[in-house]
T-cell receptor, first 116, second 112 residues
């Protein structure tokens, strides 16, 4: 158990809908990262937040947005969903900014999203 | 362009055998290299992190090597167990922003 929690575990919705995925980082971790993993594909970095502020952006679509709240939990909002958005969405956390040589990311169990 | 390539794409070996997974990267400037293990449907778990000055690091039956000159890394698994069946992902940290470049992973299957 990494200490990172994600809800819900599974989500089934229809095209065009909007969903919100939630992540609680490990106690004390200030950075939260979001990743997308499509079936049999590698992880795609979406976005990073540090202590409430956006720090880095990856391949995140304009239909997707995220935020980190004062209690450090984070939410990933996916709107106008398409079939291709079906994937595993992982949240990870790290103590600081993820910089330097020794800081690792701790991953949550993921949310499996199925768009029908 | 910063890239991380892993080989083989997939590998099947018998329980108890050893294996070596490869990672080649074209990342500059290099900061560190990590190996993660990802069980199917679960989040990745860190195995090792190596900086420029480290060329070998072990974690139990897992030993990672790094050759910064040739920009290659390998992950050697000794005396494989059924629980080693997973994807192994090489991740390189690059640049002043320590951007993480993720490889596509090697899918390892251990057969009894």
């Amino acid at each position: 158990d990494s200490g990172v929690t994600q809800t819900p575990k599974h989500l089934i919705t229809a095209t065009g809908q909007r969903v919100t995925l939630r992540c609680s980082p490990r106690s004390g971790d200030l950075s939260v990262y979001w990743y997308q993993q499509s079936l049999d594909q590698g992880l795609q970095f979406l976005i990073q937040y540090y202590n409430g502020e956006e720090r880095a952006k990856g391949n995140i679509l304009e239909r997707f947005s995220a935020q980190q709240f004062p209690d450090l939990h984070s939410e990933l909002n996916l709107s106008s969903l398409e079939l291709g958005d079906s994937a595993l969405y992982f949240c990870a956390s790290s103590p600081l900014l993820g910089r330097g040589g020794q800081e690792t990311q701790y991953f949550g169990p993921g949310t499996r999203l199925l768009v029908l | 362009k910063n890239q991380v390539e892993q080989s083989p794409q997939s590998l099947i070996i018998l329980e108890g055998k050893n294996c070596t997974l490869q990672c080649n990267y074209t990342v500059s400037p290099f900061s560190n290299l990590r190996w993660y293990k990802q069980d199917t449907g679960r989040g990745p778990v860190s195995l090792t992190i190596m900086t420029f000055s480290e060329n070998t690091k072990s974690n139990g039956r897992y030993t990672a090597t790094l050759d910064a000159d040739t920009k290659q890394s390998s992950l050697h698994i000794t005396a494989s167990q059924l629980s080693d069946s997973a994807s192994y992902i090489c991740v390189v940290s690059a640049g002043s922003n320590y951007q993480l470049i993720w490889g596509a992973g090697t899918k390892l299957i251990i057969k009894p």
